[in-house]
């Protein structure tokens, strides 16, 4: 049997400095490293694995729509619910629209700790605690 590991990610927007903003400060919040730059793209990258953020040359007529087939959201694991609680304050102060508002932090079920929000392209991002999702029946 054949192993394969996740290595990378790539997301086309339409404009790269807009997301680039948004993106930076979140993935250096959460431990992540600036790791390729160039005119159309940037990457950052944990360990081995690396997202990548390529504008556009053409637009779409439809614009991005997490609902319609394709990508919905990328998802990422933490440790603690402090974490959650930390990163929430950080989304509100920067005025970030946090996702499911009213069911908060619970919006993935009773045994779920996390905060949903989205990038200025609409793409919706999940931080979760790992933990209690391992404890749930």
């Known amino acids: ?6 290595s990378h990610i790539e997301i086309y927007v339409e404009k790269l400095e807009r997301v680039s903003a948004f993106w930076d400060w979140f993935f250096e919040y959460i ?3 600036r790791y390729q730059q160039w005119t159309q793209g940037r990457s950052w990258r944990y360990h081995d694995v690396y ?3 390529v504008e556009v040359t053409t637009s779409s007529p439809v614009p991005f729509n997490r609902r319609n087939p394709g990508l919905n959201h990328l998802a990422f694991r933490v440790d603690t619910p402090q974490e959650i609680d930390e990163l929430t304050n950080l989304l509100r102060a920067k005025k970030i629209r946090i996702l499911y508002e009213d069911r908060h932090p619970h919006a993935g079920g009773p045994s779920y700790y996390g905060v949903f929000f989205a990038d200025p392209d609409g793409l919706k991002v999940e931080v979760f605690v ?5 404890d749930s029946p």
């Open 130 to 134: 790992d933990s209690l999702l391992k």
């Open 1 to 6: 049997m054949m192993r394969a590991l996740f």
């Open 31 to 33: 431990g992540w490293q």
């Open 51 to 53: 997202i990548v953020f």
